[in-house]
């Protein structure tokens, strides 16, 4: 017994040996075609890498082409039929090569081409074009100013509420008038701020002192406050154009404080709606005109105006909602895309006079700026050896 039993212990000797064979034949199977898979990955990536770019690349040539269509910058073409050509060295490590062509009627014919090369002289060139129709159109939003509210939809009334206007000035709700769109406006009122020092803090205090804002420039949200109680409060007054590109809140917090727009123009591109809002402007706020408020998302407008406070101001939500609760009663005219939200007891007046030309909207002053719109947008992906 105790012989058979070492004969078969003997027998087992290399079955391990079996099963390492066993799996190095099967690592042989996957490890070829792992390896390849993988490769492929590493080559499809760098390829998307270079697409992405490529299109972030033509995109740019894009708008500077509609910069200098916007500026009437270099040799534009004046003539159906006739075009113009120029290169950008390096966007995002891409050549460009960039033709506007004038189609007629004020439309432009953009194409846009990034070029890859991988500098072997001998390796193709791969490329990524986009083609953009352009349009220019009048930049006069004046209409919007010519009604006490003005909606592309509708408007929301109070049981309570007070408006009066003169004749032929009241309210228009489905306003089937031209209508700024946000890009527009960025168009109109950078000019105001290129070339300021971009504020750098989220927050903007008075800490109780008179002071004067503008031309400013804010990229990214903004709190203007006062942090120091005085009597009498302090005011901010706008000497130049004020854009921001984040939520803006005005007032909301801490000690009261007089805002004289003084004929300018506040305007916010973020686009927020409810329950966020593009711009707020609070209680602790008091505002006095004349000027413009603007922002492409939501308005909500509370601050309190001082009684006797006849100078217009005029409050455009570009592509939202606008709500209206004032303590005391607003003088000026109210625009909103989505819908105008009187609030209860609101008293909303109508200048006698009009706005005259002492404010910053597209259509007052002279002589009056074309806005350039996209009317199409394609992407052609190009291959060239």
Same mark, same amino acid.
């Given at each position: 017994m105790k012989t058979m039993m070492?004969?078969? !212990?003997? #027998?087992?000797?290399? !079955?391990?040996l079996v099963m390492v064979l066993i799996l190095?034949?099967?690592?042989?199977?996957?490890?070829?075609?792992?390896? *390849?898979?993988?490769? +492929?990955?590493?080559?499809?990536?760098?390829?998307? @890498?270079?697409?992405? !770019?490529e299109l972030y690349a033509a995109d740019a040539g894009v708008e500077d082409a509609i910069w200098k269509?916007? %500026? %009437?910058?270099?040799?534009? /073409?004046?003539? /159906?039929?006739?075009?113009?050509?120029y290169n950008i060295t390096d966007v995002n490590g891409k050549s460009l090569q960039i033709s506007i062509e004038y189609v007629g009627e004020g439309i432009y014919r953009i194409t846009s081409i990034a070029v890859t090369d991988d500098g072997g002289g001998t390796a193709a060139i791969t490329g990524t074009e986009i083609e953009a129709y352009v349009t220019g159109v009048s930049a006069d939003f004046s209409g919007l100013l010519d009604n006490v509210i003005t909606s592309q939809n509708g408007i929301e009334y109070p049981p309570s509420r007070d408006i009066n206007y003169p004749e032929g000035h009241g309210p228009v709700d489905y306003y089937g008038g031209l209508w $700024? +769109? /946000?890009?527009g406006l960025a168009e109109f009122y950078w000019p105001n701020v290129a070339g300021v020092e971009p504020y750098d803090s989220d927050i903007l205090d008075l800490e109780g002192e008179d002071d004067s804002l503008g031309p400013f420039y804010r990229d990214g949200g903004l709190e203007i406050l006062n942090s120091i109680k005085t009597d009498p409060p302090p005011t901010l007054t706008l000497t130049g154009t004020v854009y921001i590109t984040g939520? +803006?809140?005005?007032?909301?917090?801490?000690? #009261?404080?007089?805002l004289d727009l003084n004929g300018q123009t506040i305007f916010v591109a973020s686009n927020s709606s409810a329950p966020e809002k593009a711009l707020w402007i609070g209680g602790k706020c008091s505002i006095i005109g004349p000027g413009v408020i603007i922002a492409v998302g939501d308005v909500y407008f509370? =601050?309190?105006?001082?009684?006797?406070? +006849? #100078? =217009? &101001?005029? &409050?455009?939500?570009v592509s939202g909602e606008t709500t209206l609760q004032p303590g005391g009663a607003f003088y000026g005219a109210i625009a909103g895309s989505v819908e105008v939200d009187l609030q209860p007891n609101t008293s909303l007046n109508y200048p006698e006079a009009g706005f005259g030309d002492g404010i910053n909207f597209?259509?007052?002053? @002279? /002589?009056?700026?074309?806005?350039?719109?996209? #009317? *199409?947008?394609?992407?052609? $992906?190009?291959?060239?050896e």
């Amino acid at each position: 017994m105790k012989t058979m039993m070492k004969r078969l !212990a003997r #027998d087992e000797k290399g !079955a391990a040996l079996v099963m390492v064979l066993i799996l190095l034949l099967i690592s042989g199977l996957i490890i070829g075609p792992l390896l *390849s898979y993988m490769g +492929t990955g590493l080559i499809t990536g760098e390829v998307y @890498e270079t697409r992405t !770019a490529e299109l972030y690349a033509a995109d740019a040539g894009v708008e500077d082409a509609i910069w200098k269509i916007q %500026n %009437n910058e270099g040799n534009l /073409p004046c003539s /159906p039929g006739h075009s113009w050509s120029y290169n950008i060295t390096d966007v995002n490590g891409k050549s460009l090569q960039i033709s506007i062509e004038y189609v007629g009627e004020g439309i432009y014919r953009i194409t846009s081409i990034a070029v890859t090369d991988d500098g072997g002289g001998t390796a193709a060139i791969t490329g990524t074009e986009i083609e953009a129709y352009v349009t220019g159109v009048s930049a006069d939003f004046s209409g919007l100013l010519d009604n006490v509210i003005t909606s592309q939809n509708g408007i929301e009334y109070p049981p309570s509420r007070d408006i009066n206007y003169p004749e032929g000035h009241g309210p228009v709700d489905y306003y089937g008038g031209l209508w $700024p +769109t /946000p890009e527009g406006l960025a168009e109109f009122y950078w000019p105001n701020v290129a070339g300021v020092e971009p504020y750098d803090s989220d927050i903007l205090d008075l800490e109780g002192e008179d002071d004067s804002l503008g031309p400013f420039y804010r990229d990214g949200g903004l709190e203007i406050l006062n942090s120091i109680k005085t009597d009498p409060p302090p005011t901010l007054t706008l000497t130049g154009t004020v854009y921001i590109t984040g939520d +803006t809140e005005i007032g909301g917090t801490k000690h #009261d404080f007089t805002l004289d727009l003084n004929g300018q123009t506040i305007f916010v591109a973020s686009n927020s709606s409810a329950p966020e809002k593009a711009l707020w402007i609070g209680g602790k706020c008091s505002i006095i005109g004349p000027g413009v408020i603007i922002a492409v998302g939501d308005v909500y407008f509370e =601050p309190n105006i001082p009684v006797g406070m +006849t #100078d =217009p &101001i005029f &409050i455009l939500s570009v592509s939202g909602e606008t709500t209206l609760q004032p303590g005391g009663a607003f003088y000026g005219a109210i625009a909103g895309s989505v819908e105008v939200d009187l609030q209860p007891n609101t008293s909303l007046n109508y200048p006698e006079a009009g706005f005259g030309d002492g404010i910053n909207f597209p259509g007052f002053g @002279e /002589p009056t700026q074309l806005v350039y719109s996209i #009317d *199409s947008w394609e992407v052609i $992906p190009l291959w060239r050896e």
